[in-house]
């Protein structure tokens, strides 16, 4: 066959280093920006931080990334400035990227991280450990106590069967597996006298009966621990009258009771866990001027970025020879500033399309959210349903009813008689007020919940209430029953 050139005209969409580092940086969460910001400080010498009391000074309008709208914005805000030079290689001042922030005092208590509050804690092994060493227990007597301390779980409680621990003791406790045995459970008697009450215990049913023998001998406590040893399973399923059939008491005394033992803690050691506590950092607040919610960036979220000074005139001089590589630093900074400014201002933007579509949320709160869709805020921002997804994503927003993510304005909708629409959030909102208005002693069950919606116009089917209630935490009907 003879070889032939063919011409074919074609379009592909490509995908430039700073776009791909664009879509990235926009789908991270606040902490994992931190992080990619960290490493690229490691990794750049062109890039730092910038000085806690310098003011901002954003990128000029030459980003080929931006929208059009921001574009716009970013002219007007240069007129009005009287005109602020387009960032290049030779000017003088190189940009910063974030707002200002005051200086922390070293001196100030109020400071002192949570984690380091957290490692201050005492642990349970310890709290534990140090009563066993005020006691009067003999050397060989506390050895099996701080064996048995040393096999609890988190909760305070033994799980592994005394005989499963005999066979584990170290070589000091020499003896027959019959002896072991009877020392570790007299050892676990004296376990179980520890603080808190209820430590050591093998069963939650253990746990509460510990707890209540360390309480004052009274009718309610002897009848809290009767229910507790016989019918705790009839307790959970608020099986009230069964409970009274069997021990002979009227709704007084169960009701006495019943308090008693919710009082009680089924997870003693829990209170001595060191809790992994993610604090959440808003990306944007909104507060309301004169009348209409505007959204405001959280200048604390903004990393403060700039271009190193020292390096960046170095290249400059040296541009001629050897700054290749510092060139492609340069570049790349340049992009991450930019980028990470694109980032915030799209989430501003979003942020203010989603307020404005719920301002009677924040004016009423959940019974008032309406349904709302990616596509409704794409086109309104003028961008694909795919990037207000990513923007929406583990980004949060402030409010005077509290801090939301910004998925949360978004749900399903379902229909009223009206013809209109309801949202999800709106329904599980007045599920939750019909609970929590509802007579104890007759709770309503998920078909009359249906009725009382639709006569509100919400057409809405019983198992979708069951959905929503579930969703809230809500338990069904027959374990919300009162005395």
Known sequence: ????????????????????????LLQLSSLEL??????????????????????????????????PRGEEAQAATQD????????????????????????????????????????????????????????????????????LIEALNDDGYLMTPLEDLVDVLPEDFAGEPDELLADLTIALMHLQNLDPPGIGARSPRECLLLQ???????????????????????????????????????????RDA???????????????????????VPDAIVRKVRGHWQVQLNQEAIPRLRINRLYANLLRQQRSNGGSNLSGQLQEAKWLIKNVQQRFD?????????????????????????PLTLREIADTVSLHESTISRVTSQKYLASPRGIYELKYFFGSHVATD?????????????????????NGHKPLP?????????????????????????????????LRKAL
């Open 1 to 24: 066959m003879k070889p032939t050139l063919q011409l074919k005209l074609s379009q592909h969409l490509a995908l430039t280093p700073q776009l791909q580092q664009s879509i990235r």
């Open 34 to 67: 931190n992080q990619e910001i960290e490493q690229a400080l490691q990794e750049n010498p062109l890039l730092e931080r910038a000085e806690p009391d310098e003011p901002v000074a954003f990128t000029g309008a030459d980003d080929a990334m931006a929208q």
């Open 80 to 147: 009005e400035r009287g005109g602020e030079p387009e960032w290049s290689q030779d000017d003088a001042d190189w940009p910063t990227l974030g707002g200002t922030r005051s200086p922390r005092d070293a001196n100030d208590e109020d400071d002192v991280g949570a984690g380091e509050l957290q490692a201050a804690a005492t642990s349970l092994r310890d709290h534990l450990t140090a009563q066993l060493a005020l006691s009067q227990l003999s050397g060989r007597d506390r050895l099996r106590v701080a064996f």
């Open 212 to 254: 209540l023998a360390s309480l004052p001998d009274s009718p309610v406590n002897d009848l809290a621990a009767r229910i507790v040893r016989d019918h705790l399973e009839l307790l959970a399923s608020r099986d009230f009258t069964r409970i009274k059939k069997a021990l002979g008491c009227d709704d007084d005394a169960l």
């Open 258 to 280: 019943q308090t008693l033992i919710l009082s009680l803690n089924p997870r003693p050691g829990a209170q001595f866990s060191t809790l992994d506590t993610r604090y959440i």
């Open 346 to 370: 799209t989430i501003a933007r979003v942020s203010q399309a989603i307020v404005d579509r719920q301002r009677a949320f924040f004016d009423h709160g959940e019974v008032a959210m309406r």
């Open 418 to 438: 009206t013809g209109g629409a309801a949202s999800s959030t709106a329904i599980r909102a007045l599920i939750k007020q019909l609970v929590g208005a509802e």
């Open 446 to 478: 998920d078909a009359r919940l249906a009725e009382i919606l639709g006569e509100q116009g919400i057409v809405v089917a019983r198992r979708t209430v069951a959905k929503y209630r579930e969703s809230l935490g809500i338990p069904p009907v027959n």
